[in-house]
């Protein structure tokens, strides 16, 4: 009956323990312009801002630019794209191939615009203001209608689309990847002791 005790108690600390090993920074994936995707948007620039302002970016979420390759960009530049029309002189980085996910890794505000010509000139660009990240929030995702897929702009939905919606984190695929190891390792262990 001891032995059966103690093997309970290390089960229990070990599955303690593998809760411990969740991640403990707030990701979320930011789908640019919803069901809209990452295009020259009807709206013109104020299409893009709107969609900025709705959202919370914070050091470690991503940007999700959902666009074909060929039919537009994203850069990311050194200067607010009023500022400085629409000019990708100032490039910080250039992503050709859609779609593109681009990871905010420093705080402070963030300029991107499409550098087919035109594009930006006619509303294509993105101003956000990315916060320092916050410690210990579980991972979530935002949600939106758009697909990963480019869309032809015939099948655009161009109705407002909703917030996003983050998951509780025991939604993630790997939330419980940690926990999976060290479980079977405490199983191993309680089936050696009893013999």
């Given at each position: 009956?001891?032995?059966?005790?103690?093997t309970?108690v290390?089960?229990?600390?070990?599955?303690?323990?593998?809760?411990?090993?969740?991640?403990?920074?707030?990701?979320?994936?930011?789908?640019?312009g919803?069901a809209?995707?990452?295009?020259?948007?009807?709206?013109?620039?104020?299409?893009?801002?709107?969609?900025?302002?709705?959202?919370?970016f914070?050091?470690?979420?991503?940007?999700?630019?959902?666009?074909?390759?060929?039919?537009?960009?994203?850069?990311?530049?050194?200067?607010?794209?009023?500022?400085?029309?629409?000019t990708?002189?100032?490039?910080?980085?250039?992503?050709?191939?859609?779609p593109?996910?681009?990871?905010?890794?420093?705080?402070g505000?963030?300029?991107?615009?499409?550098?087919?010509?035109?594009?930006?000139?006619?509303?294509?660009?993105?101003?956000?203001?990315?916060?320092?990240?916050?410690?210990t929030?579980?991972?979530?995702t935002?949600?939106?209608?758009?697909?990963?897929?480019?869309?032809?702009p015939?099948?655009?939905?161009?109705?407002?689309?909703?917030?996003p919606?983050?998951l509780?984190?025991?939604?993630?695929?790997?939330?419980?990847?940690?926990?999976?190891?060290?479980t079977?390792?405490?199983?191993?262990?309680?089936?050696?002791?009893?013999l």
């Amino acid at each position: 009956m001891t032995r059966l005790k103690s093997t309970v108690v290390v089960l229990a600390v070990m599955m303690a323990a593998s809760f411990q090993l969740q991640p403990t920074v707030a990701k979320t994936r930011h789908i640019v312009g919803d069901a809209l995707g990452w295009t020259i948007p009807p709206n013109g620039a104020a299409t893009y801002a709107t969609w900025a302002s709705r959202q919370s970016f914070t050091v470690g979420d991503t940007l999700f630019f959902n666009f074909t390759t060929g039919f537009h960009t994203v850069a990311e530049v050194s200067q607010s794209a009023t500022a400085d029309p629409c000019t990708s002189t100032n490039t910080l980085s250039l992503n050709p191939t859609g779609p593109a996910t681009i990871t905010l890794t420093r705080p402070g505000t963030h300029y991107y615009i499409c550098t087919i010509i035109g594009h930006c000139q006619i509303g294509q660009k993105l101003t956000i203001k990315v916060s320092p990240s916050t410690a210990t929030a579980p991972e979530s995702t935002a949600l939106s209608p758009s697909s990963t897929i480019a869309t032809p702009p015939s099948a655009y939905n161009l109705s407002p689309a909703s917030s996003p919606i983050p998951l509780p984190w025991s939604a993630s695929p790997l939330a419980f990847a940690p926990v999976v190891p060290v479980t079977l390792l405490a199983i191993i262990s309680v089936n050696v002791m009893c013999l």
